[in-house]
């Protein structure tokens, strides 16, 4: 007897080993114990509503990344009180907007244009990173040519600042050459700078702001020179006159007739849009102009004097004495009788000669010192230029849409406008031509975008493939998932009830051989019928349940 119970008490030779190696050796194979925790009844039954949520996960996690629009950065290295202010006006205006690791403003690409409007509208940001802020961050034992840079680096920042104070600069770079100092005079140069400005729309540089530009940038930067300061705005053109004075002048001629001849474009602009409406029409003008400077001056004098002073003397002869000498010699002619003119000194016998011819003697000769006063009349003119010598206006006129050409007397009555809108004067040459004309339909249909470029495509096909991955998981994962729940509720429930009536019994059916219809026919009394029906119940809980839940409803129905 106890040979037999000793091997009972004992570990089987076969069975795991017990106590911490057994615990060890479970930790050691951690998949074994994921299945066995997966094989558990509740876990297993779990597992379908696990999966299907996680699956409602997925499909909300890929909605949320295809819904949101990508971003692009709006600001990058604003202050704080720039972002404040930013974010603000943004979430004002109904436009999302969010940070990145950076802290860097972003928002919506197809929403990006349209806040740096609504910003630049409001003067935002405010300030600009960069300037002399950037000496700020120089760590300790940088080398001197990293600091030279640095402080390069920040006037150019704070030049460009300067220069976009002006209202028509929009952006502004600066770039400055500054050459290695040397002790050599010999050696010396003379630093440059070069300047690029972004205008704003419509907008020009005067020739006045160009050179205080120049002179900004060439008094900010000890030794330069304003000939050694270059502007070039965003179309590639030169604004300053570094070249020959005929070019600058040419120039100047140039730009002065283009300023004419787009003053009377756009009055009559103006003019006809009201009338014929946008894109109905076309001008062209030509003005030429007179650019040539003269300056004229006159002066001019009365031609009969006034005598202002006179000095003199004259000696007089007897008239009396009997003319001699050879006849006909001019020297033997006696004078004639002198007259006394106003102003002049009389002779000291004067008194007789008043009283009478006899006896007056006869001047023989004189000399006299006369000052006379003439007037004097001065005149200076000096003509501008820039007198339009000829214009040459030529209209274009679409014909309407209703397909009737324009009648003579509007084209007549249109003609006078343009004539009475440019100034014409018939005296200077004037020419002022209006026609009406069928437009091609290359030069005035414009060439709408393909329907896949439109604006709302890429909205519509995120939100679309969004819905599709919807769909999809729950076609295709959450329907069959709570179709299998439901059929296996339904055939868990009989062997549930099956498993409660064999519990409540407490009998222990095991080790019995199966039971079945023949062995229940052939029953040889009640309490035998009995225990086979149990046994029937434990081997086919299915057809029991179906059993009972027939006798059921049958009683409900009698």
């Known amino acids: 007897m106890d040979q037999q119970l000793a091997p009972a ?85 109904g436009i999302e907007n969010s940070f990145d690791g950076a802290g860097s403003i972003t928002v919506a690409e197809e929403e990006y244009h349209k806040a740096r409007m609504l910003l630049a509208s409001q003067d935002l940001p405010k300030s600009t990173p960069g300037g002399y802020a950037i000496l700020d961050d120089l760590p300790m034992g940088i080398s001197r040519a990293v600091e030279g840079e640095r402080l390069r680096q920040a006037r150019e920042t704070e030049l460009a600042k300067s220069i976009e104070e002006i209202d028509s600069v929009a952006e502004a770079r600066v770039h400055l050459a ?145 003319a001699g000498g050879i ?98 004067d018939k005296a200077r040459g004037d020419q002022v031509t209006v026609i009406s004309e069928a437009f091609s339909p290359s030069a005035t249909d414009v060439s709408e975008p393909a329907w896949y470029q439109a604006d709302w495509v890429p909205m519509a096909a995120r939100n679309g493939t969004a819905v599709l991955i919807a769909l999809l998981v729950l076609m295709l994962g959450v329907r069959p998932l709570s179709k299998a729940l439901l059929k296996k509720r339904e055939e868990n429930e009989p062997a549930k009830l099956v498993e409660a009536t064999a519990g409540e019994n407490g009998q222990e059916t095991a080790g019995e051989p199966p039971v079945s219809i023949d062995m229940l026919a052939s029953a040889r009394n009640y309490d035998e019928r009995v225990n086979l029906v149990r046994g029937f119940t434990r081997d086919n809980p299915a057809r029991a349940a179906l059993a009972v839940r027939d006798m059921i409803q049958a009683d409900a129905k009698g």
């Not at 949520?53 to 704080?80: C, E, H, K, N, Y």
């Open 9 to 93: 008490s004992g570990p089987a030779p076969d069975g795991p080993p017990t106590g911490k190696p057994g615990t060890a050796l479970g930790l050691a194979n951690p998949l074994k114990q994921v299945s066995g925790f997966i094989a558990q009844p509740a876990v297993k039954r779990s597992l379908p509503l696990v999966f299907m949520v996680g699956l409602i996960a997925a499909a909300f996690l890929a909605w949320a990344m295809v819904r949101t629009p990508p971003q692009r950065i709006l600001f990058a290295s604003l202050s704080d009180a720039d972002k404040a202010a930013v974010t603000q006006a943004l979430d004002t205006a």
């Open 178 to 322: 500054q050459p290695e100092s040397s002790v050599f005079v010999r050696d010396q140069e003379s630093p440059s700078a070069s300047v690029i400005v972004r205008l704003e729309p419509g907008r020009a540089l005067s020739d006045s702001q160009v050179r205080s530009i120049i002179n900004l940038v060439a008094s900010s930067v000890p030794g330069m020179k304003p000939d050694a300061v270059t502007i070039v705005d965003q179309m590639g053109s030169l604004l300053s006159a570094s070249s020959g004075l005929d070019e600058s002048i040419g120039d100047q001629r140039i730009d002065y007739q283009r300023r004419i001849e787009e003053k009377y474009r756009t009055q009559l602009y103006k003019l006809l849009t009201p009338m014929v409406g946008a894109n109905n029409f076309s001008a062209e003008i030509q003005a030429e102009v007179n650019l040539d400077q003269s300056q004229a001056t006159s002066e001019s004098y009365d031609k009969d004097g006034l005598i202002r002073n006179e000095q003199g003397n004259w000696t007089s002869k007897d008239s009396g004495a009997a």
């Open 327 to 424: 006849p006909g010699a001019l020297s033997n002619t006696p004078p004639t009788t002198a007259q006394v003119k106003e102003g002049t000194q009389q002779p000291a016998n004067d008194g007789a000669a008043a009283g009478g011819d006899a006896g007056q003697p006869a001047k023989t000769s004189e000399e006299y010192a006369r000052t006379y006063a003439h007037g004097k009349q001065v005149s200076v003119t000096q003509s501008m230029p820039g007198d339009v010598t000829r214009l040459s206006v030529a209209v274009l006129l679409r014909d309407p849409a209703t397909g009737k050409p324009r009648s003579k007397a509007e084209i007549q009555k249109i003609t006078d406008l343009v004539r009475a809108a440019v100034g014409y």
